[in-house]
């Protein structure tokens, strides 16, 4: 085998090393023999096995890359299953099954999120199972995972809620934890949900500087309307800014 060969097949493996082994057996086998009965696998033998027609210009180290990558997530985003699946195929098939799995659980996260929770748990086994099982099965589960997300009302309110906490962060604000919230608590004052009706008592949480802001807003879907239903019902909600 030449080093040629090994470096296209490592390329063409993309970090999945059952596809790897799978191809240098195909590889193998079909090498033809010289005269004197050995066989050379070559860089044009291992083009041959390489599905560059269909993937067209995937290029995994460069900007293609990265553009099947945000198509996925912006179809799934878009509540788009059919373009979604077009694209996860387009990653499969050029050999970045671990780009594939990390971007499906960030859209979970990101884009889905509070609306269905359960997405997330259900994409990381997904996820699991793709990694477990290598290529061309990995599929299966992958797959499953971009139709649910695509399919899942969605939502980036607790997204939005950290961005905006962390501006805070950025900007000095909130130094100080309230002395009643300390893990050594001499100063008294805190108050004990769990002691009183519904499990909830009204006290300042935040740092001073920002006892009435409102990082979270609650997003109209079914899951995150029953929770501001509930805030609303034990007073909770902050109306601040």
Known sequence: MTDGAFHDLANASA???????????????????DESGHSTVDESLISDLTPSVSQGNFDRDGDVHYDLLSGLQKSIRGSDPDAAVFYLAKILEGGDLIGACRRLQVIASE????????AVAVT?????????????????????AAV???????????????????ADIEKGL?????????PVNNYGGYKYPHDYENHYVKQQYLPDDLRNR????????????????????????????
């Open 15 to 33: 970090g999945d090393v059952r596809r790897g082994l799978t191809m240098l057996e195909v590889a193998v086998n079909a090498a033809e023999g």
């Open 111 to 118: 884009d889905i999120a509070l609306a269905y929770p359960l």
């Open 124 to 144: 990381d086994s997904c996820v699991n199972a793709a990694l477990r099982v290598g290529m061309p099965e990995a599929a299966l589960p992958l797959s499953n």
């Open 148 to 166: 649910l997300l695509a399919t899942s009302p969605k939502s980036n309110a607790a997204h939005n809620a950290y961005e905006k906490a962390k």
């Open 174 to 182: 909130g130094q100080t934890v309230p002395p009643y919230m300390r």
């Open 214 to 241: 409102v990082y979270y807003k609650y997003a109209p879907n079914k899951t995150e309307s029953a929770a501001a239903a509930y805030a609303d019902a034990i007073g909770s909600r902050k109306k601040g800014s």
